[in-house]
């Protein structure tokens, strides 16, 4: 039977209240923001659930404090706003915090790059790849579908290091409708090939699979590799992956060249010595103000459906001269 | 410990802070003199439930020090009370040793980072309310400068410790009425600041800052008000206290005074 797609925060934050009844180290708090299943957690857990109003600092003050006190704390909010409203606080009191006491907060940040898509650049969000992952401590989860991002939540309980989940806003298809991924090395490989290798993350896993469809109905076969975790994936596993490829795309809803998934797999690529050339799939230029349905705003900054089938078979022909 | 051994307490932090400064010029020496007695009336009045052996102890009450610049006068309380020995108050800014010119929670006795100022406030709330939940009946002391006041998410906290009546949670204002470029009130004024706490939903106190027995009855009043409602007791303090030169100046917290300064009030040791 086909799994019905769900929204990565309703899948997840179903495991969170579904353990609360088990587990009273669990504490909710949010900046002022909602879901049905949230709704359920204000109801069954009021005195472990928390909205601090719209205060992002605050909610990150409070998290770290209730970790202090031996909580395993959710804390909640719209992606650009628990990231960069707060940064310092996320800073301080869980990343530099956590490297002397055991600090237990998972940010889930909900809207991850154009998933709002009509709201425009203040509540889209495209940098937070690059700022979370500069936290050396920080694990960043980055699903690309409500499969893997129901998966992450034993990894939320069982480890202690500070956490963010960047969630889509959209209910994207199921990607893994046999088994969940397994996440221990923090990526999953779809397709394997020869001579390129996509490497996505997040909603981009969607368009890189529906491209390495089509150019494979043209003849080129393309690797294909869900890079869910950004910071903590077995660096081991991932090389004897990417290794024998000559060309690697990364593919990514954030700035092109500013620090993001591109940054961390060229530096991966040159401390490893990969001989392979890069091509990076992210978004081009400056923030944007133009409505349109999310494909069109990916093709207006260069990482919708076409832009990426151009780019990638352009990448290819300049590999084989 | 009797009302004259409380002050003499405080008498000798004053002139230990004094020499650590002259070993070690890189700590804030103002700012850490205008919170002495606060911290002597908190550790040695009776007020705060601690125990050096067991510095995470369960039923210990928290104490959050967010103007961690300006607690320098921490080291040599926390070395008599056996957090640490006292001959790491020799090695303060030396490479190797823990004691920094800004205090890390890496220090026995500190519980949160320090260093970046507004942060402590938020975070003792989140302290307080995982207390409430766990209903763990100790109290959270928070202190704070005046001048850190400035930041937003401070006002977050205090909006929201009223709103969640955290009575077990402490705030004690070192108000020295000056941070890094002058007077508070003449950068952003606070106003009165017990009223501005007050309309938030507070408890406010005020106490001379200096007078280490009149702070201890104080604490020992707002850690005892449970009335639903978090309490700030609003300390009236002198930045650089005793230290001619630095007294109440304007730009203390820049200006390092003369070893040789501060070798006569030492005594010429």
Not at chain 2, 37 to 49: C, K, P, T
Not at chain 2, 143 to 168: C, P, S
Request: proline content about 4%; glycine content about 8%; overall charge negative.
């Amino acid at each position: 039977m086909p799994i019905k797609p769900l929204a990565m925060r309703d899948a997840f934050l179903e495991n969170i209240w579904r353990e609360m009844s088990n587990n009273e180290k669990i504490f909710f708090t949010c900046a002022d923001y909602g879901s049905p299943v949230l709704d359920r957690i204000r109801a069954d857990f009021p005195d472990r659930f928390v909205n601090v109003g719209i205060a992002e600092q605050n909610l990150i003050n409070v998290s770290a404090g209730l970790a202090l006190e031996g909580y395993t704390v959710f804390a909640y909010a719209i992606a650009p706003f628990i990231t960069m409203r707060c940064y310092e606080q996320i800073r301080v009191n869980l990343a530099l915090l956590s490297v002397v006491r055991p600090i237990n907060v998972n940010l889930i940040g909900v809207g991850a790059g154009y998933s709002y898509v009509v709201s425009g650049p203040t509540h889209q969000c495209y940098e937070d790849i690059t700022l979370m992952r500069a936290l050396p401590n920080f694990q960043v989860l980055s699903p690309a579908d409500h499969i893997t991002a129901a998966k992450f939540f034993d990894t939320c309980i069982n480890n202690c290091d500070p956490k963010y989940l960047r969630f889509d806003a959209q209910v994207l298809p199921v990607i893994y409708r046999n088994e969940a991924p397994n996440i221990s090395k923090g990526f999953h490989v779809h397709k394997r090939s020869d001579e390129i290798c996509l490497v996505a993350t997040g909603y981009m896993l969607h368009t890189a699979l529906e491209a390495s469809i089509v150019l494979s109905e043209e003849g080129l076969q393309v690797g294909l590799i869900d890079l869910f975790d950004l910071a903590k994936f077995s660096v081991a596993d991932l090389y004897d992956t990417l290794k024998s490829y000559g060309g690697i795309v990364s593919l990514e809803e954030g700035f092109r060249g500013r620090g993001g998934l591109d940054s961390m797999l060229f530096e991966f690529i040159a401390r490893h010595e990969i001989k392979a050339k890069m091509l990076n799939i992210g978004v081009e230029g400056v923030y944007h103000f133009e409505l349109g349905t999310r494909t069109e705003l990916h093709e207006k900054v260069g990482i919708g459906p076409q832009a990426v089938l151009n780019s990638v078979r352009a990448f290819s022909r300049s590999l084989s001269k | 410990m009797n009302l004259s051994d409380l002050r003499a307490k405080a008498d000798w932090v004053w002139r230990e802070t004094l020499a650590i400064h002259l070993r070690a010029p890189e700590t804030r020496l103002a700012s850490s003199l205008s919170s002495i007695e606060i911290f002597v009336a908190l550790y040695f009045g009776g007020v705060l439930r601690f125990d050096p052996t067991n510095a995470r102890d369960e039923s210990r009450d928290r104490c959050i020090i967010s103007k961690g610049h300006g607690s320098i006068c921490m080291y040599p309380i926390l070395a008599d009370l056996g957090y640490f020995p006292m001959e790491e108050l020799q090695h303060v800014c030396e490479s190797g040793s823990f004691l920094g010119g800004i205090p890390d929670p890496v220090i026995p006795g500190y519980e949160t980072v320090n260093g970046s100022l507004g942060h402590g406030l938020g975070v003792a709330t989140g302290m307080a309310l995982g207390l409430k939940r766990k209903e763990n009946r100790r109290d959270v002391f928070v202190v704070v400068g005046d001048g850190e006041l400035h930041e937003g998410a401070n006002w977050e906290a205090i909006m929201f410790a009223a709103q969640h009546n955290l009575d077990n949670l402490h705030l004690v204002v070192d108000d020295n009425s000056i941070s890094m470029l002058g007077y508070t009130n003449q950068i952003v004024s606070h106003g009165d600041l017990g009223a501005r706490l007050s309309s938030f939903g507070w408890d406010c106190l005020e106490v001379q800052g200096h007078d280490v027995v009149a702070l201890r009855v104080a604490l020992l009043r707002q850690k005892n008000m449970l009335n639903g409602k978090p309490t700030a007791l609003i300390a009236k303090t002198l930045k650089g206290r005793g230290v001619p030169g630095l007294e109440n100046a304007p730009l203390s917290h820049v200006v390092n005074p003369k070893p040789d300064l501060l070798d006569s009030l030492l005594g010429g040791v």
